[in-house]
């Protein structure tokens, strides 16, 4: 079977670099151990290899597609890998004891997706979308909500979705439609219209219970006026039997990747009998549907970064085992060619796949360990670790999906001609990637949200939080005479995103908050830069004290020696086009506020 | 129908920015004028919108594919197509009047061509390879091969092809085996495999001319031994009958993109029964191969930036009809949502797109103009327009290439989840668009062709001419007050070019070639910023001239403007990246030149 993760660099992210065993001295997770965590993610990479990878390129070439009649058929092997997943817990497992669950950390739970995401990205969504909505439903939900929806689905036999957009709103959720009716029976009848409904319907799934937004007649307009709804597909009546609850599936969508994973139309209430559970309070639906919503992007962020592992270890091997042309020099025609791995130019394009897909994973997993400990530790320390994660959390999800893009692309030019062939899986990648700039959130909403909201919350605090979280790899890095360039380097490029910053506000100060907010997705291109070097810096320090210890026990020398190799190259290859952001920021003036869009034509 | 290019930009492009007109003063093309240029687009976009464009989404969904027993299904239109383009004279036309063409312009059928490419890109490379085959065998054949092979083809009925590529070999020619036995009969026996051959087989036409290299049993290794042979699918005996020549495709690759465009696998010679006419001397092949290979590149650098500019008019009429959202500020739910036009991220999107299109377009435009002038000049001027031309061509290629990915993905993001379905055109762009980077010569191939051949070429004259042209545009940019900025930048960009070439060119002074060419793929990049700022000043001062005069009877106001506009983007948004790039390639040590690839592990 061919490499799709690496299992080496997954175990350095959770042990030596983010520390999952600082989490098992928190009472929730004082259960735990390192071998028990080891243990479960070999499982899952067995599990992946088994159910998941083999099927990848099948599931791609026979898409889940609307059969008609509101079915949607869905490859046989999908229920075989929701129901396997579940069956291991990789649905319920980080749900609390009591609720049924292993109480595993986002850490533990999100090293396995990573597998799965790099196995099949196509099918993982339909888990861990599943987990989202029944942990908003035990966060927020009644007791009874709670026995009723969540068991079925940890169990992988109910599907879990989130129906947010609708035909006429986009992302703009301000101008939600569906219309809940209040009933004096204790549910809301439903009516309207989601779309791009992942998940929404399949053949692997027995029920479906959809968390949707809709407005309680009467409630304010916009935001405010937004409230949560359980509307399962099949409705539970007395005796546990299951009634058809009037959603019904018009259509799906044919997709440029994900082939494997439904988009669909769902339609609530055509025959007026469509029932629907208040979860939480009336209008209270969007700052519920947040939670899911962060978690997703994280989700999103990671996902993205595995599927561009998956592409930069199909291209590693490649250029391993495939020989053409010569060195530089190398003037003799009968001399046997080389394998191409060793053209500088190859190198570059593997290594720049190596800075984007192992920083961008190192990001992810960081903010799995924020989302952990903003969950079990309290006071000051749950507020701090709640701000890093509120303010990387749009820089994960951007970085890893911009950034994949090129990464994944890196990885079809590295194959050359076969790379663009169907017979080879880089293309799938390419394709698949290319959703995850656009999914919950696009990247303009993402900078919005970095640039408009992140930055300035709790008058900047979350901010200064990070400048003191990185000072302190900063100041690792720098007690290393070998690292002590790359402190210095990170050090000025934090000096200049803040100057930078600053520069901004000042049109937000004055007012002018849409000219502040122009260029929100190059200051995020300058903030993923940023951050990443950060990533790499801590990974390098990790590596530089095994390296000078002589210690190799966890990984071998040329392991480490990588990492610290990779982030020179990140340093060099990458940091640089921070610069030209902060350039482009800090120019008066500004191009795209045009009133008259005839100049585009 | 949906505007698939700007006939406006073209225009511009063809009579006030790179002046066609310019052309007639020679004798060669004296019989032309403007009036007739401007017909003869407007009959090319007329046959585009009738014949091609309706069938660019359909011959998508039904590829061209493999049969079975040497036969390639293609879509019944493309034999239309074919035949009415050489109808129009789209394939004969640039050939000079004796041998039956019109003696057009390079200038003027690739005005046309751009059309063909932008409305149905995986059609028109059918007919422009024949084009190019045709030429090659004009200028290199004998009487007879040009009266037996050339009609045919300029009629439509025969496809010619380039047969390089071979398993073993992939970009190294240096290693191709195909072997040409030679015979007393005026023929050479051929015996050899040839791989993703474009257009090597399909349904459309009667016969099949593929210009091949191969290598004349006994001649010496490497690139010295290869020649150049015509080798017919059918070959002409005598009575104007065909035979079979023993020309078999074994199969076909189906593509992430360009699926109407036929690759294939070719067998000469399994039966021992295949004949190749040698093309001009023996052993010389690759230097006529290459006479056709840099008009391919120009050609794959022109398809880039017409399909891009196609997925940019989708993204922009998209933008103006759908409204989404309210404008920064505006709190009231109740106001209704704006075109996401008058968004500044999706302006910002929509002017990268525009910038990287319509400079990329002009570059070529340049290219097909200094093609002609190396045509028809004479002395130190057709010297000079030739080496022009050399150092361009790979850059027009790459640049067109590589921001063509990152344009046609922006096109998608402008539309966002309806982007990636495949319900709307621009995913299919993004797929077409991606193998135009590996094409005729990889980005790494046309990289090491830039930094390793063009720019020390004939003493670094090429480099010197590009900068005394540049210096024409800056200089007259200087003299209007509202440019006298953007020379000056461009005058520092250019300078900067320089200073980091002194200092890489010291690495080959110093015999360390590889590391010289190490990052040749940067040094390529930041030429692409600096030559399309060079365009965009270039269009500005026309554009700025036209406004001062008030003279817009050619064009409207707003279309100045918009030149004007997008130049100042470019300038600030896109050119910054040239100092990174610098930074980069001025780095000492390298990091790229691994002896131990553990480290990528």
């Avoid at 709670?146 to 959720?173: D, K």
């Avoid at 993205?304 to 590693?316: D, E, F, G, K, T």
């Avoid at 191409?340 to 394009?349: A, C």
């Avoid at 937000?508 to 929100?520: I, N, S, T, V």
Wanted: hydrophobic share 40%.
């Amino acid at each position: 079977m061919s490499r799709y993760t690496s299992m080496e660099h997954l175990r350095f992210l959770l042990f030596e670099i983010h520390g999952v065993q600082d989490l098992f001295a928190y009472d929730y997770f004082s259960h735990l151990d390192n071998e028990q965590v080891a243990m479960m993610i070999d499982a899952a990479k067995a599990l992946a290899d088994r159910d998941m990878y083999p099927y990848f390129k099948e599931m791609d070439e026979q898409p889940v597609h609307y059969a008609g009649k509101g079915v949607v058929w869905s490859h046989p092997q999908l229920r075989t890998i929701i129901l396997n997943a579940a069956a291991q817990s990789w649905i319920g497992g980080e749900s609390s004891f009591d609720l049924g669950g292993l109480q595993l950390p986002q850490m533990v739970y999100n090293a396995a997706h990573h597998i799965f995401q790099a196995a099949n990205n196509g099918t993982q969504g339909y888990i861990s979308l599943t987990t989202g909505a029944a942990r908003l439903i035990q966060n927020y939900g009644s007791p009874e909500q709670i026995s009723t929806f969540v068991p079925p689905m940890f169990e992988g036999r109910w599907q879990g979705t989130m129906a947010l957009t609708e035909p006429q709103a986009g992302s703009s959720l301000t101008d939600i439609t569906t219309v809940a009716t209040p009933t004096d029976a204790g549910y809301y009848q439903i009516k309207g219209q989601k779309i791009f409904i992942s998940a929404g319907e399949h053949s692997a799934c027995d029920n479906f219970v959809h968390l949707t937004l809709a407005r309680i007649a009467g409630a304010p307009p916009g935001l405010k006026g937004v409230s949560l709804f359980i509307i399962p597909k099949h409705r539970p009546v007395t005796g546990g039997e299951l009634e058809y609850n009037d959603v019904f599936c018009a259509g799906d969508y044919q997709k440029l990747g994900q082939r494997a994973y439904a988009t669909t139309h769902l339609v609530f209430g055509e025959q007026d009998d469509c029932r629907g559970w208040l979860v939480g309070e009336p209008n209270k639906g969007l700052s519920y549907m947040f939670q899911l919503m962060n978690e997703a992007r994280i989700g999103v962020g990671q996902t993205a970064a595995s599927v561009s592992m998956a592409a930069y270890q199909a291209s590693l091997q490649y250029a391993r085992e495939r020989s053409q042309g010569r060195k530089v020099g190398e003037k003799d025609p009968l001399k046997p060619p080389v394998p191409i791995i060793q053209h500088p130019d190859v190198q570059r394009m593997l290594l720049t796949q190596k800075s984007i897909v192992e920083g961008a994973l190192s990001l992810a997993m960081e903010c799995n360990r924020l989302a952990d400990l903003a969950h079990v530790a309290e006071g000051a320390e749950q507020r701090r670790n709640w701000l890093l994660l509120e303010i990387l959390t749009p820089i994960v999800k951007t970085y890893s999906a911009e950034q994949g893009n090129r990464s994944t692309s890196l990885a079809i030019q590295v194959l050359g001609g076969y790379g663009y062939t169907m017979d080879f899986p880089v293309q799938q990648y390419y394709r698949d990637l290319r959703i995850m700039a656009i999914y919950e959130g696009t990247t303009g909403i993402q900078s919005l949200d970095l640039l408009g909201r992140k930055m300035t919350m709790e008058n900047g605090e979350a901010l200064i939080q990070l400048a003191q979280y990185m000072g302190i790899t900063i100041s690792a890095a720098a007690a290393h005479p070998a690292l002590q360039e790359h402190a210095a380097i990170l050090q000025s490029e934090l000096d200049r995103f803040g100057k930078t910053l600053q520069q901004l506000v000042k049109y937000a100060q004055a007012g002018e908050m849409e000219r502040y907010l122009a260029d929100a997705s190059v200051f995020m291109e300058m903030a993923g830069y940023v951050v990443i070097a950060w990533q790499w810096l801590k990974m390098a320090v990790a590596a530089q004290k095994a390296l000078d210890s002589g210690d190799f026990s966890a990984q071998s020398k040329s392991f480490y020696e990588g990492k610290v190799h990779t982030m020179k190259f990140f340093f060099r290859y990458e940091l640089p086009h921070a610069a030209a952001c902060a350039k482009i920021l800090l120019e008066p003036g500004q191009l795209t506020m045009l009133e008259e869009d005839g100049l585009l034509d």
